[in-house]
């Protein structure tokens, strides 16, 4: 075996999940994660949630604590920018400092927000999420009777939105699409939110889009078809964009995402790709998928330390997604974009709960479920096993989900 140390270029989720599996797989080799944040390897779910809130504290966002890593053999090299791999070298240069041999590298370089170009983008105040450093910068405009103008009414947005409205800010979502969340739910959830939020004094303008920004030197104005919006703080949120670079300068195969097969390889043998960059074939969907989600970046760790440390590999799950809004969780499971019939149980116009389900050709494929734990739980196992499902039964709350099968 080479004496040349396993990279991983990114300290991101996936990142801290891949230390942490090779230690449990009792990887021997020397393990070096170099990332262009200050922090050790942390979750970002909470960034538009508790830790937005308040409600947690910093070190409650690490993946591990740090002294794991030097526990586990692993060299954090934090504020450090890959700049390039040199795949013939086996070596990847960074922007500042030295050059560094790998044996295998895995690449779990997540993905940035998508960039808005229009006039005054780059004016202060106009912000977007991603960071801890972000989450800094917006909290403290979270004042009551403050005015904050989200662009983008996708789950991020939202999950600001509500932590915003819940500290007396005076908050308005644009959203370009017809209808909130678009890309990840149904037009049934999507109302039932769009419902939620105004319930909660938050404004929602869909089917509106933004042309610019207006302000001296700071934001004031956000201008959209016909209206011109007084802001003190603008939070964009229209999406993410998979930091692939890296593997395409390299000459590495990049569709959406970083091409990796089901084992995460990429057609180079002793580089991986993992997390929002990889476009993985996902053997239980029968296709390429870039998830953006954390269970997925987990997943993907895991399946990789197997692999390297040459063991069976652990099958991948029913792909999920989870968001907190108010008192409201919802859990998302399967893909429901092929569906041919869609089933509700409960009343998506009265309360908080209730679940859609997404079947093509009798099939479960997808469950959205709003404050309905067992019937997020159940969707999971039955999409996995490709189960025929009753839609009688699957719509009557009377009957329990483990009777829905055919
Ligand atoms: P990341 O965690 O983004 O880590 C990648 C790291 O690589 C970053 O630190 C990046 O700066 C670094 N990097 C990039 N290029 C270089 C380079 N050239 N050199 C060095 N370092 C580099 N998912 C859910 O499932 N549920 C949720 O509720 C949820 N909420 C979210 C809320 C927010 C606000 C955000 C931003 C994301 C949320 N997600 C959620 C998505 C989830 O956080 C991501 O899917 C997950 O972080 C992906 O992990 P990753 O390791 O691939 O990427």
Not at 313 to 333: G, N, R
């Amino acid at each position: 075996m080479s004496a040349d140390p396993l990279v991983i270029i990114g300290a991101g989720q996936a990142a801290g999940q891949l230390v942490a599996s090779l230690a449990q797989e009792g990887f021997a080799g020397d393990v070096i994660v170099v990332g262009d944040e200050p922090h050790p390897p942390y979750q970002r779910p909470p960034l538009s949630k508790k830790f937005l809130a308040g409600e947690i504290e910093l070190d409650r966002l690490y993946v591990k604590p740090e002294a794991f890593y030097a526990k586990a053999g692993t060299r954090l090299m934090l504020d450090t920018r890959v700049a390039g791999i040199d795949r013939q070298a086996r070596a990847i240069v960074s922007e500042a400092g030295p050059t560094l041999r790998y044996s295998t590298l895995v690449i779990a370089t997540g993905s940035r927000p998508r960039a808005l170009t229009l006039p005054g983008a780059d004016l202060e105040g106009v912000m977007y999420l991603r960071t801890i450093a972000d989450v800094e910068a917006i909290r403290r405009y979270l004042e009551p009777g403050r005015r904050l103008v989200i662009v983008g009414g996708g789950y991020i947005g939202l999950e600001l939105a509500a932590v915003a409205a819940k500290r007396g800010v005076l908050v308005t979502v644009l959203e370009q699409a017809p209808r909130v969340m678009a890309r990840g739910v149904g037009s049934i959830v999507s109302a039932f939110y769009e419902r939620l939020h105004r319930e909660e004094g938050v404004m929602i303008a869909t089917g509106t889009a933004v042309l610019g920004f207006e302000g001296n030197g700071r934001v004031e104005h956000v201008i959209c078809d016909g209206a011109r919006i007084a802001a003190d703080l603008v939070v964009v949120g229209v999406g993410a964009i998979p930091n692939t670079e890296l593997a395409r300068e390299a000459g590495l195969a990049v569709d959406n995402g970083i091409v990796v097969d089901a084992q995460c390889r990429t057609q180079d043998p002793v580089i991986h790709a993992i997390g929002d960059c990889a476009s993985q074939l996902h053997p239980l969907l029968d296709q390429r998928l870039r998830l953006e989600s954390v269970h997925s970046a987990l997943d993907q760790a895991r399946m990789t330390a197997a692999a390297i440390c040459g063991r069976p590999q652990p099958l991948l799950q029913t792909p999920w997604f989870w968001s907190d809004q108010y008192d409201v969780k919802l859990q998302m499971a399967g893909l429901s974009a092929t569906h041919d019939k869609v089933v509700v149980r409960g009343d998506p116009d009265r309360g908080r709960s209730f679940a859609v389900f997404y079947l093509r050709q009798g099939v479960l494929i997808a469950a959205d479920a709003v404050n309905r734990a067992p019937e997020f739980m159940m969707s999971k196992q039955l999409i996995a096993e490709r189960a025929q499902v009753d839609p009688a039964k699957l719509g009557d709350e009377q009957v329990a989900m483990k009777e829905v099968r055919l």
